[in-house]
């Protein structure tokens, strides 16, 4: 396994909107504008497109954000009991080598595909007998989620 860097920690809501305002009034968090972005996704040998909402707190460059994700039923973006974490997410320099590590173990959940059926940009695994779902996250993506989650960056 390469080495990882943990950037965030995922939370899926039911509510993107009032999650996020109740983080800020409690916690006083600020958060980059919301995205919605539509993106193919491979589950169980199953291609769909799912359209994802979330947000990431404002944070220093080397800060670990909060990533709040609005929940689709049917799919792993379901809001857990109490609100329970749903991922860590990590970015790697060698996304190829790490996607193929942690698959080695069969753990993989779900990933982004393209046109082609290749898994690109992040993918979800399973450790601990699936009590930690990871999200691995190719580190090109780094450009485009930090100046995002700093305000600089309005989105693909």
């Not at 991922?87 to 982004?112: P, Y």
């Amino acid at each position: 396994m390469t080495s990882l860097s943990a950037y965030h920690v995922g939370i899926v809501v039911p509510r993107l909107e009032t999650a996020a305002a109740e983080l800020s009034e409690q916690l006083g968090l600020s958060w980059a504008p919301a995205h919605r972005a539509p993106l193919r996704v491979e589950q169980d040998g199953h291609i769909s497109v799912v359209d994802l909402l979330y947000t990431y707190s404002r944070s220093s460059r080397d800060g670990l954000m909060l990533e709040l994700i609005q929940e689709i039923p049917g799919t792993p973006w379901v809001a857990g009991p109490e609100g329970a974490l749903h991922h860590v997410g990590f970015w790697s320099d060698q996304f190829n080598h790490s996607l193929a590590s942690l698959d080695a173990g069969g753990q993989r959940e779900v990933s982004h595909v393209n046109a082609s059926g290749e898994t690109q940009m992040f993918s979800y695994h399973h450790l601990l007998d699936g009590r930690l779902r990871v999200e691995l996250v190719d580190a090109e993506h780094r450009r485009d989620v930090l100046p995002w989650s700093d305000g600089q960056y309005k989105g693909p």
